[in-house]
């Protein structure tokens, strides 16, 4: 199997491309679009943004390009992302009793590349609360989203997202996407 | 309050133990004493130090340490401290200290088995009592370090049975996690995943052994997972071992789970016999027996396969699954706070898949995204906030009780059954150690 995560190695990571207000502005609505399926847990929608063999990625190191077969904090295909909800949902999963509640806010959009073919590579930084169990906790880091052009718009091939306390400890289970 | 020997001993009965011995921060503070900072803790394995100058902190009860390899190759523990005014030598978890360690506050340096080095503007200490060859002066070692085929521990008393006596029959664990590598050699992976549990260390001990969990805990994963490789199935398509090691924990029910004895060693180590199918009929499994057939020779290979230990607890500090190549360390952090440091190993020239089952079973069970363990830290932290309420004095034991098989300080579970005798044995070495010192 191809590793996804080899469309974001090897780039240059400060890169700025030089693309139209309009690509601009989809980039940002898409991600937008994203974090608030997630954090509405509208997984339909929320799905249909990945593509079928899309990767949604944490890496447990800074300088890692690869993800398959590596450690991963999060190294999820379509079918672990289906078990993830099944799981989470399933009236028996103790830990998510009572229901988390996240609220995501994204920003410093930058599209780093434009390819020949319309793929766009999006880096953007996040912001995360999570209220569960009457305590809320935060989360911060950074996306890298490399988005396949479809017919109608893009879809994720993969998202990588660094978090900035990476190496923990962790106090907490990351049960849902940050 | 402060705790008399017999007050200790009466926590622990037959059947039950009291639950001040999960709350009590007094007790917490004299197991660090008396069990932590006694018997021999795990530090850390070779491989995390592989060049000269390589440095890994740890942990032995609440003092910390610094694993280090010499110019020489040769591996020390030291106390993480300065023997100049205190300043911890190392701060980064990890790194390499090059040919001596640098403090930062005065610029003392030591050599790397920690011996002082120097210091600027030496001719200050001309006259004093600072002696170079006086270990006052020199970083501090734990009284005794030890290892165990490359697996490193440290005792910071100079008495007590030496490391292999200590290990006794838990020394399979890590004979297992080499001797399964047809290469003859194990190797950490990356770095650690570090999981604060809201619990007390003993809680997660305890789990570990507990057949009788897995099929209630951890129902909403086996299910969802069974459900979803049906519908895989129906697809056509290949089920990814995601999906089979998880929903593997909705194979089994009670029943299944009656058919893995438990045994309870001297010391307080315990271990669960093997559930998990390890060598199923797949051409790389065939391909792993054949490596390890070609470097052991048939006989003494399937005597390394024919060992199925799930789990091995090495008391009072790890949690082995040699199958799956996977390490718990506990570095215990207050009497409802535990860290654990979660390894994974790969065995030198094993088939890659063989690896990525370890992956695996790191990724799904021990990440910080877990599937399974996110449940069972839930209830250890319900059962330590359970246990701060005076509604009883006492946890229950009784699964079994009176039926453990004992023979030459060997204790087997009661056949067919989820017995907790793991838990009653591990609660009476405690008594022992907080009692005498000694874990008979
Ligand atoms: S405290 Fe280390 S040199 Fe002074
Ligand atoms: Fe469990």
Redesign the pocket.
């Known amino acids: 199997m191809e590793d996804v995560a080899q469309l974001l190695a090897g780039r240059d990571p400060f890169a700025v491309a030089n693309v139209s207000t309009e690509t601009q502005r989809t980039a940002e609505q898409f991600l937008y679009r994203q974090a608030e399926l997630l954090d509405e847990k509208q997984w339909d929608n929320w799905f249909a943004l990945f593509a079928d063999d899309g990767f949604y990625w944490m890496p447990a190191e800074e300088d890692q390009t690869e993800g398959d077969g590596q450690p991963n904090i999060f190294w999820e295909s379509h079918d672990l992302m289906l078990m993830r909800v099944a799981r989470n949902e399933h009236p028996r999963a103790h830990s998510q009793a009572p229901h988390n509640r996240l609220c995501h806010v994204v920003s410093n959009v930058i599209v780093e590349s434009e390819e020949a073919n319309g793929d766009l590579v999006v880096r953007s930084r996040f912001h995360c609360a999570e209220y569960l169990r009457y305590e809320v906790r935060n989360f911060t880091g950074k996306y890298r989203h490399y988005l396949r052009k479809t017919g109608d718009g893009y879809q994720i091939a993969v998202q990588r997202v660094d978090l900035v306390n990476r190496e923990g400890p962790y106090e907490y289970v990351l049960q849902w996407w940050l | 309050m402060s705790w008399t020997t017999e007050q200790l001993a009466g926590l622990v009965e037959p059947d039950r133990a009291h639950r001040k011995a999960y709350t009590d921060p007094e007790i917490f503070d004299l197991e660090m004493e008396r069990i932590f900072e006694r018997t021999w803790i795990y530090v850390g394995h070779e491989s995390q130090v592989k060049n000269p100058g390589d440095y890994y902190l740890a942990q032995i009860g609440r003092q910390p340490v610094v694993m280090v390899r010499d110019q020489q190759g040769q591996v020390h523990v030291l106390y993480n401290r300065c023997p100049h005014r205190g300043a911890q030598l190392c701060s980064a978890r990890s790194g390499n200290a090059g040919n001596h360690f640098y403090c930062s506050y005065h610029a003392w340096t030591f050599h790397l088995d920690g011996k002082l080095e120097s210091m600027p503007a030496k001719q200050g200490y001309d006259g004093t009592n600072l002696d170079f060859d006086n270990p006052e002066f020199s970083v501090s070692r734990p009284a005794r370090t030890d290892n165990y085929r490359g697996f490193w521990f440290a005792s910071l008393s100079d008495d007590g049975v030496d490391l292999k006596t200590h290990l006794g029959e838990s020394a399979a664990a890590f004979d297992q996690l080499i001797d399964r590598a047809p290469g003859k050699e194990t190797e950490i992976v990356g770095s650690c995943f570090r999981m604060v549990q809201q619990s007390n260390w003993k809680i997660f001990l305890e789990?570990q052994l507990d057949s009788s969990?897995?099929g209630v805990?951890?129902e909403s994963t086996g299910k969802a997972a069974q459900h979803l490789e049906k519908t895989i199935r129906e697809d056509g398509r290949d089920v990814p071992m995601e999906l089979a090691f998880l929903s593997d924990l909705a194979r089994l029910g009670h029943d299944g789970w009656t058919k893995f004895g438990t045994v309870g060693y001297r010391n307080g180590h315990s271990s669960l016999e093997g559930y998990m199918g390890l060598r199923p009929d797949a051409p790389d499994t065939t391909e792993y027996v054949r490596r390890m057939y070609e470097a052991y020779g048939e006989k003494k290979a399937e005597e390394i396969l024919g060992i199925n230990i799930h789990h091995m607890l090495v008391y009072p500090c790890m949690s082995i699954q040699p199958p799956l190549q996977q390490l718990r360390t506990i570095r215990p952090l207050g009497a409802d706070r535990t860290m654990t440091e979660i390894w994974h190993f790969r065995l030198k020239d094993a088939p890659e898949a063989i690896y990525r089952r370890s992956l695996t079973y790191y990724y799904l069970v021990n990440s910080p995204s877990t599937m399974?363990?996110a449940?069972?830290l839930f209830n250890w932290w319900k059962c330590q906030h359970g246990l701060e309420s005076s509604a009883s004095e006492w946890v229950s034991f009784h699964r079994n009780a009176g039926q453990d098989e004992d023979h030459d300080g060997i204790t087997r579970s009661a056949p067919d059954s989820m017995s907790e005798m793991p838990l009653r044995h591990m609660m009476h070495a405690w008594r022992d150690y907080m009692t005498s010192g000694e874990g008979v």
Do not use: E, I, L, S
């Open positions: 789990n969990h897995p805990t951890h399974v363990n449940d069972d």
